[in-house]
Structure formats: structure tokens, C-alpha cells
């Protein structure tokens, strides 16, 4: 009963204050409230005369005490966990959980970089050692520039296309490695066949793809136009777009027999017709073991690498580009009896590992998901609240309050682990039959930076710390808008280099390299190169190169990025009011104000003492499903001790 009183005595204090929308804190003293009682209900009656909508404060008892508690509720639902430790002494599953998961994912991430470093500095290795070996006049300087070839496969009804991106690496150290003479195509491929049927003498352990190591079959693809006739001399020409692919095995005995490529294609009836020769592929395979990777627990890596030469004539321009393309596989390997033991144990171990990380990552997301939706039960209740009891809506800014981004966040991160995982243990089992590497670092990398983010929430609780977030948070809508501007004047800027400066500057030469290019030059990287490398015969072009390169630097320098900084720097001196003069409220915020109780003065634990045994108790004994939250109503008296449903009597 004197908790009843004391309830009563606070809402008599701040509860009258409600029927103007003010949702005032109740500093004022007693006096002042009194004297302006009478004031405030006759605005509220103005108000209703101009078809407002109000907000009725019901002062009886029920109500009352039912405001009291709604307020405690909403108090103690938005604590951190350290402050609902204090108040009820609940125990913060959901922190313990993080901190188990960001030290396995962390271990397990920092395993799997390490054997993908491994995995993908091992192939990278052989391919260049396969360059040296099957690559006529492939040099030392050819290494450096790094030429990766990217293929895509796009298949349209019965049509296949083979596009090839070639991306070399900045600066180039000498030019691309291309043949110029018919003579030097079939040297070429005599090279490749010559150095794959001696492998033997290379320093690396490398063998056949067949059971007993003899030699297998050499594949050679030729592509070409299904007619492609240029005569010059007068302009004229026969040109079939549609693309034939021609391909023929050569076996050791074949190729000891003519001894040369040409006069194999000869014997074979096939005539290389160079003017509508588009691409040509000379392709083999050879297996190896990596003992590199092998250590006290773990034993060496078999490999077997699908080789592919590349003759590219897609440009017709007299250059042949050649280059090398090598796709590694993980086979599974028959080692040593002395590995089998420690094999099995490391394997073991990862595969615990593993299965650590799903299951944390599992209870993670269940946790999380849970509270998301407890979250929703309770902004249910608390509108249903304020309509029946003010007679208003609660704002979109009080129901957003309910919907935590960082529980999104986790449960998103979450999910990635536990694809990536999964994809890992395929590939550490050789259940995979094509490489998965980086498509397992992309979803465990992610992952593991959003895990990492979220120790910020728990950073968050700290007035220091979270000075940072409240800013990032306060700055986004104007960054966004912000950048929105500076995203149309890059574009044009892109485009406009990509077309004028593209043919005389490398680093404009698509338009993925000019958005690179600018985007580097703003923030001051290789500003005289870009300069530099500009070449032109015409004076128009140099001069209008200059222009633009001044003009984009510095505007997005001297311009663009300040003004970028000053829209952050505004909201954090923002921020410094608000923890000065005390943050803007939404209706929400201001209701759970006048609940000043302290999270360990042990008044949270008087309301719902009720274990959740004995609530599921309840729920099965009472037709009457009440949800986690229960509403409240004018019906829920507290001087009701029993209720009866159909005949079951719940106490």
C-alpha cells in the first residue's frame, strides 16, 4: 500500500502535465504545478475544440499505477546490460556470447588467412614457374608487371562467350609479351610441347596427370571466324561473324613423328587462316605436392593445375598477346604412413573448430532474434498503451527506438560466418570439386568486420566513446545528402576523362581506371605521374588535360573535402550541446523521464519477481495467452489477486 501511495504521489505530480504535449519532466515544484493545473486542462479543452488530437491523462489508481509500471518496464528494457545486472540480476548472455564469438572467429579467421596466403602464394609461384618453362621468350621482367586474366563464360542458347579482361599491374615494367610472325605462333605452341614433354628436367616436382605418369594428351583449340577473307589491296573483304572452335589432341608419338606443329596441322588437314583467328588455347594438366605447408600436425598439400595457353588475337592489330593461365585443385592425398595420425588429429581440430564457430554463431543469432522480437512485443503493448490511455500514437521516432541495428547487424554477421564456415570445412575436407578460397574469405572476412563493429555497441556505453558513434550517427543523413552532390560532379568528371584522356593515358584507359585514377589523384597519390604519362600530338589535348587535371584537383582538394569535413566537424560540436545542455527527446524518451529510479535500488525487482518457470506455468494452466509483456488496460487492477478462465483459477 505505500508503494501504491508513493506511485500515486508521482503521478499526481507529473501526470497532469501530459494533456498539453509538453511531456515535461516534472522539475517544478508542487506550487507551480497546482497553480497551473487549471491552465493546462483549459488548453486542453482548446485543443479539442480545434479537433486535435489529445492526450487524456487518466488519474485514477488503476491508471496510475499502470503508468508507473509501463514507465519501469520501458526503463529497464533500454538499460545496458551492466545496469540490468544491477536491477534484477540478469545475467548479460548476449554480451558473454559476443566476446566467445569474436575470440573463435578471430582464431579461426586468422587460421584460414594463413593457409589461403599459403594456398594462394603457392599457385601464384607456380604460375610463374610455368611461364618460365612453357612461355617462349617469357623473361624475369615479365614477372613484375603481373598480367592476371580474368575469363567470364556466358552461355546464350547454343552461342558461348569467352570474354577476357586483362588487368596488368602499375607501373608496367616492359611492354606485353606477344608474337608478331606466323612462324612465331608455331614456335610457340613447338615450345610449350617441348617443355611439357620434358618437365622432368624442371627443378619443381612435377608429374603427369595418369595413375602410371606417362605423358597425356595436349589439347589445342583454335577459334576462328567462320570466314574471314581480307583482301587489302582494293579494300575488300569476306567477314562471317559466327566463331568455329576447332580442337585436336597431340600425343608424344604424333609430335616425335613430324617433330614440328606445323606439319602435325598439315598431316591433320588444318590451316591456321590468321586473318580470322580470334583466340587459340594449347592446354594440359600436370600434378604436384606442395611440402612447403607440411608441419608437426600437418601434412603436404597435393595439387593438380589445369594448364592453359593463351594466343589472344581478339584486336586484330598484329600483336598476338600470349600469356599463361593456371587453375590450381586441392586433391586429396595418399601420404606417408608417419602423417596419417597427426593428419587426422589436425583434421579433427579443425573440424572442432568449425563447429564451434557455427554453433556460437547459431546461439548468437538466436539470442538476437529473439530479442528483436520481444523488442516488437513490447512497441505493440506500449502503443496500445498511449492510445488508450493519452489517446495518441506513439511518434516514428519512439517506435524506431524499439528497432535495434546492432542486433541486424550481428544477426547478419552471423549468417556469413556460418556460410563461410560451412564453405571452409567443404574445402578442408576436398568436398568441393572447383577452388571456393575466395569466396570463403569474402563471407568470413566480412563477417568478421562486422563482428568487430559490433564491440562498438558495448563501447557505446562509455560517455567517451560513445561521442564517436553518436556522431557518425548524427553526421550520416547530412554525409549522405552531401556525398549525393559530390557523386554527380565525380561521375561527370569520369566520364569526361575516360572519353578525352582514354586513348593517350593509361590510367584512363577504361572507365573503371579513371574512377580509380581520380579517385587517388584526390587524395594526393601519383599526381605528377598522371601528368606525366599524358601523351598527345596535338596541343589542344595536352592543354585541355592540364585543365581538366587542375580543375578536378582542386575543386574535390580545396573544395569538396572540406566542406566534407566541415558537415562531420558541425556534428560533433552538435553532439558537445547535447551532452551540455541534454539531448532532444521524442515522446518515448520524455515518458520514461520522470523514472529516475536508480538500476540498483532493487525496485525493478519487485514488479516481475516471477520466474519464468512459473510463468509458463501460468500460460498452460490459463486459456488466456497473455503475451511477455503484459498490456495494460483499465482492466488489470493490482488489487485483483486471482483470475478465473473458464473455470481455471490462475494466481
Known amino acids: 500500500m505505500q508503494s501504491r501511495k508513493r506511485f500515486q504521489h508521482e503521478e499526481n505530480s507529473v501526470g497532469n502535465k501530459l494533456h498539453n504535449r509538453t511531456w515535461s519532466h516534472g522539475n517544478d515544484s508542487e506550487e507551480e504545478e497546482i497553480a497551473s493545473e487549471n491552465t493546462l486542462l483549459n488548453e486542453n479543452s482548446r485543443h479539442r475544440q480545434n479537433h486535435s488530437t489529445p492526450i487524456e491523462c487518466k488519474t485514477s489508481p488503476v491508471t496510475t499505477f499502470a503508468e508507473e509500471k509501463m514507465r519501469r518496464k520501458l526503463r529497464f528494457f533500454f538499460m545496458n546490460p ?5 536491477a534484477k540480476r540478469r545475467f548479460p548472455y548476449k554480451f558473454v556470447v559476443q566476446v566467445i564469438k569474436i575470440i573463435l572467429v578471430t582464431v579461426q579467421l586468422c587460421l584460414f588467412a594463413h593457409n589461403n596466403y599459403m594456398h594462394v602464394n603457392y599457385t601464384w609461384d607456380n604460375r610463374i614457374t610455368f611461364s618460365h618453362l612453357f612461355l617462349m621468350g617469357w623473361e624475369s621482367t615479365q614477372e613484375v608487371r603481373s598480367l592476371i586474366t580474368f575469363c567470364l563464360y556466358i552461355e546464350l542458347s547454343e552461342h558461348k562467350i569467352n570474354l577476357m579482361l586483362q588487368v596488368p599491374a602499375y607501373p608496367p615494367a616492359s611492354g606485353p609479351l606477344a608474337i608478331y610472325k606466323r612462324s612465331d605462333f608455331y614456335d610457340a605452341i613447338d615450345h610449350a610441347l617441348r617443355g611439357y614433354y620434358n618437365v622432368n628436367d624442371a627443378i619443381g616436382a612435377y608429374s603427369y596427370i595418369a595413375e602410371d605418369n606417362s605423358v597425356g594428351p595436349v589439347t589445342l583449340c583454335l577459334y576462328e571466324y567462320k570466314e574471314g577473307i581480307i583482301f587489302g589491296f582494293n579494300e ?8 568455329v572452335e576447332t580442337c585436336m589432341n ?16 598439315q598431316d591433320r588437314n588444318i590451316n591456321v587462316n590468321f586473318s580470322a583467328l580470334v583466340r587459340a588455347h594449347l592446354k594440359f594438366a600436370l600434378k604436384t605436392v606442395n611440402l612447403k605447408a607440411a608441419g608437426p600436425m600437418t601434412p603436404p598439400d597435393c595439387y593438380r593445375f589445369n594448364i592453359k595457353i593463351i594466343f589472344d588475337n581478339r584486336d586484330f592489330d598484329g600483336q598476338m598477346l600470349l600469356s599463361l593461365d593456371a587453375e590450381a585443385r586441392k586433391l586429396q592425398c595418399k601420404g606417408d604412413t608417419r602423417y596419417i595420425t597427426d593428419n587426422r588429429i589436425e583434421s579433427a581440430l579443425r573440424t572442432l573448430l568449425n563447429l564451434l564457430v557455427i554453433l556460437i554463431c547459431t546461439i548468437s543469432l538466436v539470442l538476437c532474434s529473439r530479442a528483436i522480437y520481444r523488442a516488437q512485443l513490447l512497441k505493440f503493448e506500449t502503443i496500445n498503451f498511449f492510445k488508450k490511455t493519452y489517446g495518441t500514437i506513439l511518434s516514428l521516432e519512439g517506435r524506431l527506438e524499439f528497432l535495434n541495428l546492432w542486433y541486424i547487424m550481428i544477426i547478419i554477421n552471423d549468417l556469413l560466418i556460418i556460410i563461410g564456415t560451412v564453405i571452409k570445412e567443404q574445402i578442408e575436407r576436398k568436398h568441393s570439386e572447383s577452388d571456393h578460397w575466395n569466396i570463403c574469405s569474402i563471407f568470413l572476412g566480412t563477417g568478421n568486420l562486422l563482428v568487430w563493429f559490433g564491440v562498438l555497441r558495448y563501447l557505446g556505453f562509455f560517455k567517451t566513446y560513445n561521442v564517436v558513434i553518436l556522431t557518425l550517427k548524427k553526421a550520416t543523413p547530412k554525409v549522405a545528402r552531401f556525398l549525393i552532390c559530390a557523386v554527380l560532379i565525380y561521375a561527370g568528371f569520369t566520364f569526361c576523362g575516360w572519353l578525352v584522356l582514354g586513348p593517350y593515358n593509361m590510367k584512363f584507359r577504361s572507365l573503371a581506371t579513371t574512377s580509380e585514377c581520380l579517385f587517388a589523384l584526390i587524395n594526393g597519390d601519383d599526381m605528377f ?8 600530338k596535338s596541343a589542344v589535348l595536352w592543354w585541355y588535360s592540364r585543365i581538366y587535371l587542375y580543375s578536378f584537383i582542386s575543386l574535390y582538394i580545396y573544395v569538396v573535402l572540406s566542406l566534407f569535413i566541415s558537415v562531420i566537424m558541425d556534428a560533433y560540436d552538435t553532439i558537445k550541446i547535447y551532452y551540455r545542455e541534454g539531448f532532444p527527446k521524442n515522446d518515448l524518451q520524455t515518458f520514461i523521464a520522470p523514472c529516475t529510479d536508480e538500476a540498483s535500488s532493487g525496485i525493478f525487482r519487485d514488479d516481475s519477481e516471477r520466474s519464468n518457470l512459473t510463468e509458463l506455468l501460468d500460460r498452460l494452466c490459463c486459456c488466456r495467452k497473455r503475451p511477455f509483456y503484459g ?4 482492466s488489470d487492477s493490482s488489487t485483483k489477486s486471482e483470475q478465473e478462465c473458464n473455470g481455471a483459477i490462475c494466481v
Open 82 to 86: 551492466i545496469e540490468k545486472w544491477q
Open 236 to 243: 575488300s573483304y569476306v567477314f562471317d561473324s559466327e566463331i
Open 250 to 265: 597431340i600425343t608424344l608419338e604424333a609430335f616425335n613423328t613430324f617433330n614440328l606443329s606445323h606439319n602435325l596441322l
Open 529 to 536: 605521374a598522371t601528368f606525366s604519362i599524358t601523351f598527345s
Open 631 to 634: 498490456s495494460f488496460s483499465e
